[in-house]
């Protein structure tokens, strides 16, 4: 099973909402990433996850949060967001020794209103 | 800090042609990863091929191949009696491993949108 799964597929939200996306894998990874892609644009990478702790913050606003509760599980929780967020959001996993590619989710395509 | 460049922003052939895809590097490490990923109209990315820096040998998979000139810092991507469903962003990724207690981060170029026709 090769499969990173991703809840909503889409999402609007407005500006004074919280919302939550959530990313699943049951591959045994322990390193989760979440990326956000804007149209046309390759993908940027806001956190990593690794052995269920944050180890990279790329500099992203504290309106995004990132949650890994179990090692299956990343979450990102949204509030207060800006139209300018509006984009696609990837989730991804990988092995941390071994073999490095990051397998991704479909993605959740966020608007903001 | 490395660099992934993409000089081919958009391409377009015939379907049954071979088509291939160019990408550069700039690393001045020794040990790194090169990825091709594909992106289709439905948003997921699959990883198409990858290669380890210290493999002489290029990575096959099926009807996709690598040309990887290490000197050169270039890494293309080769397609072979291209389909359809290869209609896709294709995008060049670079990692260095083992960056923070085994996580990665993979520097992307900014793809080549390719266009199979019937």
Wanted: charged share 20%.
């Amino acid at each position: 099973d090769t499969e990173v799964t991703q809840t909503p597929k889409h999402l609007v939200m407005g500006m004074t909402n919280k919302k939550s996306l959530k990313c699943e894998q049951h591959m045994g990874h322990r390193a989760m990433y979440w990326y956000k892609q804007k149209a046309k644009k390759p993908p940027e990478l806001m956190f990593v996850y690794s052995y269920e702790k944050l180890s990279i913050n790329e500099s992203v606003p504290s309106r995004f949060s990132p949650e890994c509760p179990n090692s299956s599980l990343l979450n990102l929780h949204l509030h207060a967001l800006q139209p300018e967020d509006s984009a696609l959001y990837l989730c991804a996993s990988s092995q941390t020794v071994g073999s490095y590619e990051q397998y991704f989710g479909p993605g959740t395509r966020l608007t903001v209103t | 800090a490395q660099t992934v460049t993409q000089s081919q922003p958009e391409m377009s052939v015939q379907e049954a042609e071979t088509v291939t895809l160019s990408c550069t590097y700039d690393t001045s490490e020794s040990n790194y990863y090169l990825f091709w990923y594909k992106q289709p109209p439905s948003r997921q990315m699959i990883l198409v091929i990858r290669q380890e820096a210290y493999k002489q040998q290029n990575a096959t998979e099926n009807r996709f191949s690598v040309n990887f000139q290490k000197a050169a810092k270039s890494f293309s991507l080769k397609i072979s009696d291209s389909q359809l469903g290869d209609t896709a962003m294709y995008f060049c990724a670079f990692m260095k491993p083992y960056i923070i207690q085994g996580a990665q981060k993979l520097v992307f170029g900014q793809g080549t949108r390719l266009t199979i026709n019937p």
